[in-house]
Nanobody, 126 residues
Framework: QVRLVESGGGLVQPGGSLRLSCAASGTIFRINVEGWSWYRQTPGKQRELVAT???????DYGDSVKGRFNFWGDNAKNIVYLQMNSLKPEDTAAYYC??????????????????WGQGTQVTVSS
């Protein structure tokens, strides 16, 4: 019902920057996102929580990216961005966005959703 579309991944040298985006849409017009998250996954490793953004605008970052990454969004357009600076080889991973909230089929009818993006690959290498 609710789809998340990611973009912005690519190849970058250590110390460089990338900006990821994630946009939510649905077959029914109105979506109310209560919380956003970015995760990253490297084969053979546990999925890591990178950052979170609440509906109230409260942001939190994982220790490995704090001070280097910035997470913000436009709730009216249901789009979020992850600005990644001072990238390191250990940041190499597939990055996935997640959104939870309510998908409205009418003004008085809503369905809870928990959706994931398709993933976008970030590779940091010299």
């Amino acid at each position: 019902q609710v789809r998340l579309v990611e973009s912005g991944g690519g190849l970058v040298q250590p110390g460089g920057s990338l900006r990821l985006s994630c946009a939510a849409s649905g077959t029914i017009f109105r979506i109310n996102v209560e919380g956003w998250s970015w995760y990253r996954q490297t084969p053979g490793k546990q999925r890591e929580l990178v950052a979170t953004l609440s509906g109230a605008g409260v942001r939190d970052y994982g220790d490995s990216v704090k001070g280097r990454f910035n997470f913000w969004g436009d709730n009216a357009k249901n789009i979020v961005y992850l600005q990644m600076n001072s990238l390191k080889p250990e940041d190499t991973a597939a990055y996935y966005c997640n959104a939870v909230g309510w998908h409205y089929s009418s003004s008085s009818s809503a369905t809870r959703f928990d959706s994931w993006g398709q993933g976008t690959q970030v590779t940091v290498s010299s």
